[in-house]
């Protein structure tokens, strides 16, 4: 079985910054990449952010340049730091990872960026 737990979300004004974690635990041997969901009310979940095993990170065209995903293998930990954060960032964002063909999911954190 494998644990994913989000944490970090909360009430942001625009502009401002979050800072969300994932802690990866149980049978997690052959964990890789590591990827960040969101979904918006009334909206499909959408991909934000990868990032493998290695560091190597990739983003959706909307965050680029104000997100960043980071990792501690050591520690089964990815973050998500985000900045510049909008309006239409909120949503709950969810952390995702495929180990041995299967996938897990977090149970979300939520993140409102309101004024």
């Known amino acids: 079985q494998v644990q994913l737990v989000e944490s970090g979300g909360g009430l942001v004004q625009p502009g401002g910054s979050l800072r969300l974690s994932c802690v990866a635990s149980?049978?997690?041997?052959?964990?890789?990449?590591m990827d960040w969901y969101r979904q918006a009310p009334g909206k499909q979940r959408e991909l934000v952010a990868i990032?493998?095993?290695?560091?190597?990170?990739d983003y959706t065209d909307s965050v680029k340049g104000r997100f960043t995903a980071s990792r501690d293998n050591a520690k089964n930990t990815v973050w998500l730091q985000m900045n510049s954060l909008k309006p239409e960032d909120t949503a709950v964002y969810y952390c995702?990872?495929?180990?041995?063909?299967?996938?897990?999911w977090g149970q979300g954190t939520q993140v409102t960026v309101s004024s």
């Open positions: 995702h990872t495929v180990i041995r063909g299967i996938g897990y």
């Open positions: 149980g049978s997690i041997f052959g964990i890789n990449a």
């Open positions: 990032i493998t095993k290695g560091g190597t990170t």
